[in-house]
């Protein structure tokens, strides 16, 4: 999949940065080690006077995420359980399991998704399509 998406010209962000104006775009590899964001995080160069978003699929490590400078991060994972009462279960695992978060300056939004794991249902779980607008400071 990832080589199909390169051919055809997306940049796919395996930690990694792609800078675009004022804005800076990490993206860091999934993966089921909770420490995943803080060691990739700390291979790159952050620059904190440039809007940071980092797009990482779990909802782990938002005060490492704070520490680098990071002033929005994008996460999902959880689908808020999906099915009650596993959302229950998904609680004991992550934090944050849905909705906004603030650590310091720093904001993590986790999504509910569109997809499912498992049972293509959702029961006490809507999904979603979450949009950000993200504006110059002072520009509301």
């Given at each position: 999949?990832?080589?199909r998406l390169q051919c055809r010209g997306v940049t796919v962000l395996r930690t990694a940065i792609i800078t675009q104006g004022a804005i800076q775009l990490i993206g860091i590899d999934d993966s089921e080690d909770p420490s995943q964001v803080e060691r990739e995080i700390a291979r790159l160069d952050i620059y904190p006077k440039r809007f940071v978003l980092l797009?990482?699929?779990?909802?782990?490590?938002?005060?490492?995420?704070?520490?680098?400078?990071?002033?929005?991060m994008i996460s999902g994972h959880t689908h808020n359980g999906q099915i009650v009462?596993?959302?229950?279960?998904?609680?004991?695992?992550?934090?944050?399991?849905v909705g906004?978060?603030?650590h310091g300056e720093t904001k993590l939004y986790v999504s509910t998704g569109t997809g499912t794991w498992g049972p293509v249902m959702r029961l006490g779980s809507r999904g979603e399509v979450?949009?950000?607008e993200v504006l110059p400071a002072g520009a509301a």
């Open positions: 999949m990832l080589e797009i990482y699929h779990r909802p782990w490590s938002l005060a490492a995420a704070a520490a680098a400078g990071v002033d929005l009462p596993f959302n229950l279960v998904v609680k004991n695992v992550f934090e944050q399991i906004l978060f603030t979450t949009s950000f």
